[in-house]
Structures are given as structure tokens and as C-alpha cells.
């Protein structure tokens, strides 16, 4: 199966600024996957990126907020923007496995805004 | 509203206990997968059920997708502290192509 870099695995970052997460794959992807995820509860779908094309973003998030970057097929970014303390949460990436149905996930990032 | 709603929230049991997992829709999956996740790592498959009515075994798991393709259960036999993490199923609707997960269940295995 595909192995996923995140990074950062953790920051903590004042309000009002920007956090960039990057996810590199070691084999090429048509689709990644963005998720949010609070401490001991479930994951919520935040887009899904493209390469080449526009993410497409689930209800509740919105490109200026959540700008993702998708420039070739093994590599993606999340950029968490003008950040609050409701945006404290954990990030994170995932692709499918066309092998087995299932998805792959990154170790995710930890967020913390203060 | 969830698409996935999983069931406990919560399970907190001895080692040796049995339990089940159950995880509901509403919606046609197409497939369903099962996850576990432990803090600080993100989830890692444990099975995929693609067939109504197929049940699979994983060790001491098994797993059933319901016969209309709407809902499965995990169920642990002689629960490990090991086995401690939140249980997470996924899938597609047959409506989309956007994967969801369910609303997850942290188990809690005491030696």
C-alpha cells in the first residue's frame, strides 16, 4: 500500500494566521483526501484535490478558508487560513488503495490554536 | 446528520469480554470498510466487505456487511488490551464518490 509523509505532525500557531500541511506519496494518486478529526472522534471530509483541476470541498468548507494545492500526483498541501481556536483539531491526508478498497492515511497533523 | 452511524459511542470492557460494533445508514454502500485507530496515527484498514450478507474473519474479528448493503458489524471475541483504539467504519454511497466515515467507537480493553 502507499505510504504518506505529513508534516508537520504538530504546531501551535497564534490566531489570525496561516498553517500550510504538505503530504508527499511515494507512488503516484489520482485523488487526495483532506480530513478533520477531533481528539477520539470521527473524521470529517474537508475536499477531496485533483490533480490538475480545482478541490472539490464537502458543505461547511469553503476554499478561502481551507485553500488546498494539488501540483502533481504524488503531493498536496492544506493550508488552514486566518485561524481561530475552533480550527484547533487534528489534520489529516489520505489516498486509495485501488488494491484493497481502502485508504491510506497520513500520521496527521496536530493543531493547536491559541 | 451522519451518513454513518456507529453504535456505542463509548465501550469500556475486561480483557476476555466479547462485544459488537454496529455501524447503520440509511444509503447503499457500494463497500464498507473498517478501521482502527490508535492516538497520534492516522486510521489503518482492517477489512473491506464488498459482498450483501459476506461475512469476514480476522483472528479473533469478525466482520458482516448486511444483506442490503446498508450496514456491518465488527464483533471481537475475548477482547485484548491490544485491541484498544477507535473503531471506525467508511465507505461510499453508491449516490457519489466522496468517502465517509462513520461516527466512530472507542473501545477500551482493561487488563
Known amino acids: 500500500s502507499a505510504v504518506i509523509s505529513q508534516k508537520p505532525s504538530r504546531d501551535i500557531c497564534q490566531r489570525g494566521t496561516s498553517l500550510t500541511i504538505q503530504c508527499q506519496v511515494d507512488?503516484?494518486?489520482?485523488?487526495m483526501f483532506w480530513y478533520r478529526q477531533q481528539p477520539g472522534q470521527s473524521l470529517t471530509l474537508i475536499a477531496t484535490?485533483?490533480?490538475?483541476?480545482?478541490?472539490?470541498?464537502e458543505s461547511g468548507f469553503v476554499i478561502d478558508k481551507f485553500p488546498i494545492s494539488r501540483p502533481n500526483l504524488t503531493f498536496s498541501t492544506l493550508t488552514v487560513s486566518n485561524m481561530s481556536p475552533e480550527d484547533s483539531s487534528i489534520y489529516l491526508c489520505?489516498?486509495?488503495?485501488?488494491?484493497?478498497?481502502?485508504?491510506?492515511f497520513g500520521s496527521g497533523t496536530r493543531l493547536t490554536v491559541v | 446528520t451522519q451518513l454513518l452511524e456507529q453504535s456505542p459511542q463509548f465501550l469500556s470492557i475486561q480483557e476476555g469480554e466479547n462485544l459488537t460494533v454496529y455501524c447503520n445508514s440509511s444509503?447503499?454502500?457500494?463497500?464498507l470498510q473498517w478501521y482502527r485507530q490508535e492516538p497520534g496515527e492516522g486510521p489503518v484498514l482492517l477489512v473491506t466487505?464488498?459482498?450483501?450478507?459476506e461475512v469476514k474473519k480476522l483472528k479473533r474479528l469478525t466482520f458482516q456487511f448486511g444483506d442490503a448493503r446498508k450496514d456491518s458489524s465488527l464483533h471481537i471475541t475475548a477482547a485484548q488490551p491490544g485491541d484498544t483504539g477507535l473503531y471506525l467504519c467508511?465507505?461510499?454511497?453508491?449516490?457519489?464518490?466522496?468517502?465517509?466515515f462513520g461516527t466512530g467507537t472507542s473501545l477500551t480493553v482493561i487488563p
Open positions: 507512488s503516484q494518486v489520482t485523488m
Open positions: 467508511a465507505g461510499s454511497p453508491n449516490t457519489g464518490n466522496q468517502f465517509y
Open positions: 489520505s489516498v486509495e488503495d485501488p488494491g484493497d478498497y481502502g485508504y491510506t
Open positions: 466487505v464488498v459482498t450483501g450478507g
Open positions: 484535490a485533483n490533480q490538475g483541476s480545482e478541490a472539490t470541498y
Open positions: 444509503s447503499v454502500f457500494s463497500s
